[in-house]
């Protein structure tokens, strides 16, 4: 992680390309490989607004490639 910018609308975060994928597959677990009861009270969020940002880094992940593919 190299930077970290702090909005009133958001966060913006530098990644390396392995932290990324880190990233993705921690969410992926959360998201569908383990079970975890009060998934809400335990983790923030609901399994549908975790799920979308695992969209998110997954689509990240493929454009991250797609671009390290063109260099």
């Known amino acids: 992680m190299r930077n970290i910018e702090i909005k009133p609308d958001g966060v913006t975060v530098d990644l390396t390309q392995h932290e990324?994928?880190?990233l993705k597959n921690a969410m992926n677990e959360v998201v569908n490989g383990i079970r975890i009861r009060g998934f809400k009270a335990r983790m923030g969020t609901t399994r549908r607004e975790a799920d979308i940002l695992l969209d998110q880094l997954f689509n990240a992940?493929?454009?991250s490639r797609a671009s390290a593919a063109t260099d």
């Open 61 to 63: 992940v493929q454009a």
């Open 20 to 22: 990324l994928y880190m």
